[in-house]
């Protein structure tokens, strides 16, 4: 993700958000921007998987055929960049 493209806007975070998220980005040698959009990515790959597992569930309770999981992880990742590409 180019840090350079993209909406600026301005952010207030609470003391007891933004102390324990500049001490991360300290620790791990990012700054502050880095560090908050590292954490968004990850939270964003978290609800991407959490979908992934409900759309497994809601299949595997209708007893639809299943795919080989090679073939299920291909179509996820698929769907990911597409998400990607179109944001």
Do not use: C, W
Not at 41 to 54: F, G, I, M, W
């Amino acid at each position: 993700m180019s840090t350079l493209e993209g909406k600026a806007f301005t952010l207030r975070l609470p003391p007891e958000l933004y102390e324990p998220i500049t001490a991360l980005a300290e620790h791990e040698r990012r700054s502050l921007q880095g560090q908050v959009l590292y954490l968004l990515d990850r939270a964003l790959d978290s609800l991407e998987d959490a979908d992934a597992v409900r759309a497994y569930d809601a299949a595997k309770a209708a007893n639809e055929d299943s795919l080989p999981l090679e073939e299920a992880i291909a179509e996820i990742e698929q769907e990911r960049a597409a998400l990607r590409k179109a944001s």
